[in-house]
């Protein structure tokens, strides 16, 4: 069964900074059951995150092609925000629930878990929020 991950683009981030993370172990090991996604929205965003912190953007450019699915949510950002708002703290994290929601994906890995109303999204989405430490966790206790 193939799991479906929605990433929080700090996620991404952290795996480009360490090569020692669960993060850089999820997003850059070998294909696996997992098929990781993304928003347009979440790769502007890493464009600016990845120029700010001066990281190579073809280390970005090759992970997204590699192993990220990119969601392309057919609606504005000011949509978007008004149909999540309630399920995260910062309307700017809506396009992240968005995605989620809209790629039925089961899990939504973040470090930033308390930016989410994880009981509303879980209710409302069956979307599981976690760290990607507690993800790994969670595939291997399947294995």
Wanted: glycine share 2%; net charge neutral; charged share 25%.
């Amino acid at each position: 069964m193939i799991r479906q991950v929605f990433v929080d683009s700090d996620v991404i981030i952290s795996s480009l900074l360490s090569d020692k993370g669960a993060a850089f172990l999820l997003l850059h090991s070998q294909p696996s059951l997992t098929r990781f996604f993304i928003t347009q929205y979440s790769i502007d965003e890493l464009e600016i995150v990845v120029q700010r912190l001066e990281i190579s953007n073809k280390n970005l450019t090759q992970l997204v092609d590699t192993r990220l699915e990119t969601v392309h949510i057919p609606t504005s950002q000011e949509r978007i925000q008004k149909t999540y708002e309630r399920y995260v703290i910062d309307t700017g994290d809506a396009h992240i629930v968005g995605g989620a929601a809209e790629t039925k994906c089961r899990f939504l890995l973040t470090y930033n878990v308390k930016h989410f109303r994880t009981e509303k999204i879980k209710e409302k989405f069956n979307i599981l929020i976690m760290t990607p430490a507690m993800f790994l966790q969670y595939i291997r206790s399947l294995q």
